[in-house]
T-cell receptor
Framework: NAGVTQTPKFQVLKTGQSMTLQCAQDMNHNSMYWYRQDPGMGLRLIYY???????DKGEVPNGYNVSRLNKREFSLRLESAAPSQTSVYFCASSELSFYGYTFGSGTRLTVV | EDKVVQSPLSLVVHEGDTVTLNCSYEVTNFRSLLWYKQEKKAPTFLFMLTSSGIEKKSGRLSSILDKKELFSILNITATQTGDSAVYLC???????????FGQGTRLTINP
């Protein structure tokens, strides 16, 4: 009963370093999402993929890129990390957003 | 721009109290409103509301939607320390494959 799996769970980066956050779901969902969560800000959408082969910007896409590798996997890349990207990142998937999301357990990223 | 505003942002009550959390929204062509509970990790689903005036209930938690006034409330009766969490409200615009979240309400239940 894996659901949505995110890796890594924790990461510390130096300013300017790059990294990729991985997300995989085993529920055959069409849509996948990347959100960031900051204190007092709720969850803000970075990018989403409504279906395999498509990606769209969300509310806060600057500084990030995504790849929908196949139906199961949706990765988030930080090319040159900045302290402002310190956050908790959640991946989610859904069949139809009408029915809400299944969330991964989150990645806590600190950029120093 | 679609917007969801929750109030209060933080609430501290004693065990056994009843609390009401508020969520107001402005969204293009509303489709649904969802409530989530977030403890230490990922949000977990509580309710989805699509029709005005119909209460959804699960144990001590209940929620109702008012589509005319563009808000929803989440009630928790006889609160317990395990209800301590951040409660998130989110809306789905019609035709959009995404949720727009509010800031969340941090609820703390003291014994």
């Amino acid at each position: 009963n894996a659901g949505v799996t995110q890796t890594p769970k924790f990461q510390v980066l130096k300013t300017g370093q790059s990294m990729t956050l991985q997300c995989a779901q085993d529920m055959n969902h069409n849509s996948m999402y990347w959100y960031r969560q900051d204190p007092g800000m709720g969850l803000r959408l970075i990018y989403y993929s409504a279906s395999e082969g498509t990606t769209d910007k969300g509310e806060v896409p600057n500084g990030y890129n995504v790849s929908r590798l196949n139906k199961r996997e949706f990765s988030l890349r930080l090319e040159s990390a900045a302290p402002s990207q310190t956050s908790v990142y959640f991946c989610a998937s859904s069949e139809l957003s009408f029915y809400g999301y299944t969330f991964g357990s989150g990645t806590r990223l600190t950029v120093v | 721009e679609d917007k969801v505003v929750q109030s209060p942002l933080s609430l501290v009550v004693h065990e056994g109290d009843t609390v009401t959390l508020n969520c107001s929204y402005e969204v293009t062509n509303f489709r649904s409103l969802l409530w989530y509970k977030q403890e230490k990790k990922a949000p977990t689903f509580l309710f989805m509301l699509t029709s005005s005036g119909i209460e959804k209930k699960s144990g001590r938690l209940s929620s109702i939607l008012d589509k005319k006034e563009l808000f929803s409330i989440l009630n928790i009766t006889a609160t317990q320390t395990g209800d301590s969490a951040v409660y998130l409200c989110a809306v789905t615009p019609q035709g959009a494959q995404k949720l727009v979240f509010g800031q969340g309400t941090r609820l703390t239940i003291n014994p």
